[in-house]
């Protein structure tokens, strides 16, 4: 490895924390937003697709994006950077959340999850097979899968930026994100596995397809439970054998966080994404009596490593995409929001009884789609199952999502909290 490769390294990675950390700045502090729509929006700018690719500069910003770069061939040693950054932030989420809500929540957030998939994924189905119609069924099932996704780590940030992860709302979106991805990921093996059939042109074998996704799914909420349930009902010899050794050392919470590491590698051999493993590690620990311990000593990386993943997420639009297709990308994007707002409305209002406050927050919360979407986008580009349009498409539905959750969000949390004063105020 080149000392060069090191140093440019070492420039990209400040470069873009410094772009994260301004643009979160400028957007808490003038524009009265969340900082996260900050770091999307400053990764968006500093882009290779625009002023990366502007001023042409390979060793700064289109650096950042270079597979191959610091010995790694097969993707960006930024992407790895990203990853450890979700897994960071998923597990101290799970540190946060209050254990016994979120079973308590389960089954409302499960049901959130289940409408926010049939309803989006449905639109995005007929929307595309009507204005696309020469994309094919492998085209219209990866469309309506990318309009299925919810962003968790997205969703986890906004939550925790506004102080809203603990409440009854946040508990639910948090179950509800969950489970989408398992069902996300469910949803996917299908698309690929009808779609690999169809470009050789073999007969498509639904019951096939199906019956290895319910194996996937199946083997997914089985790990999930059973690792809840072990950080619920044994917390006491986590503490005892995993966490007192480490006390007297000081290392006691990098140890925690370490775990969460090892079970974010763990759930992928049964194909969960590494974010729910360290989410469900987060929780284990939760309901520790170290909990607070754990949460002051690694916050702290978290909030240093998070706004990198938001302000990577954004360098991955490239944004002379999101033209492409624009009509069907705005009407996709319009159908993206009502999707996911009514079918995780409808659960949480009714089924949850919650209030309509409670439940728009509900709904509106699960609407990013973030790098999961994209992620969907991009394999089934790379699957030959959509054009570049369609990708266009897709991307603009990914972004726009992640963009416009934030402020959607805050006038709900703010005409919650003056109900909440209201019915506090004396007379009342």
Not at 1 to 17: C, D, H, R, T, V
Not at 250 to 268: E, K, Q, S, W
Not at 275 to 302: C, H, N, Q, S, W
């Amino acid at each position: 490895m080149e000392i060069g490769i090191y140093f440019k390294f070492i420039l990209s990675f400040a470069l873009i924390l410094l772009a994260a950390r301004l643009g979160g700045e400028l957007f808490e502090r003038y524009l009265k937003q969340p900082p996260v729509l900050g770091e999307l929006v400053a990764g968006i700018v500093i882009s290779p697709f625009a002023l990366g690719g502007l001023i042409n500069d390979p060793v700064i910003l289109n650096f950042a994006m270079i597979p191959g770069a610091f010995g790694l061939h097969e993707f960006s040693v930024m992407e790895v950077i990203s990853g450890i950054a979700v897994v960071a932030l998923l597990f101290v989420a799970g540190v946060e959340t209050d254990v016994r809500a979120f079973l308590k929540q389960g089954i409302t957030g499960t049901l959130v999850a289940i409408g926010g998939v049939i309803l989006p994924f449905a639109l995005g189905y007929f929307i595309t097979m009507w204005l696309a119609p020469g994309a094919g069924i492998a085209g219209w099932l990866f469309i309506g899968a990318t309009l299925t996704a919810t962003s968790i780590g997205v969703t986890v940030r906004i939550l925790m930026e506004m102080g809203k992860l603990q409440t009854r709302a946040g508990t639910t979106i948090l179950v509800g994100a969950v489970v989408d991805d398992i069902i996300g990921i469910v949803i996917l093996s299908i698309v690929i596995g009808i779609s690999s059939i169809a470009k050789v042109g073999g007969e498509v074998s639904i019951a096939h397809i199906s019956l290895d996704a319910l194996r996937i799914a199946a083997i997914g909420f089985a790990v999930w439970f059973a690792l809840l349930i072990v950080g619920v009902k044994f917390h006491k010899y986590i503490s005892r054998f995993l966490l007192t050794p480490f006390k007297r050392s000081g290392t006691m919470p990098i140890f925690a966080l370490i775990v969460g590491f090892l079970i974010a590698y763990l759930v992928t051999l049964v194909d969960l994404h590494p974010v729910v493993g360290a989410y469900v590690a987060g929780l284990m620990f939760a309901a520790t009596a170290e909990r607070e311990d754990i949460l002051d000593k690694t916050r702290p990386i978290m909030l240093f490593l998070a706004p990198f993943f938001f302000c990577y997420l954004g360098m991955q639009v490239d944004t002379r995409l999101l033209w492409a297709g624009a009509v069907l990308a705005v009407i996709l994007i319009v159908a993206a929001i009502i999707g996911k707002m009514v079918g995780c409305y409808i659960p949480a209002r009714f089924a949850g009884k919650m209030s309509h406050t409670e439940g728009m927050i509900v709904g509106i919360g699960m609407v990013p789609r973030g790098e999961v979407g994209l992620i969907i986008a991009g394999a089934g580009l790379l699957a030959g199952a959509i054009t570049r349009d369609l990708f266009g498409a897709a991307v603009a539905v990914s972004v726009v999502t992640t963009l416009v959750a934030p402020a959607m969000l805050k006038p709900f949390f703010k005409k919650q909290l003056e109900a909440a004063e209201e019915a506090e105020a004396p007379g009342k």
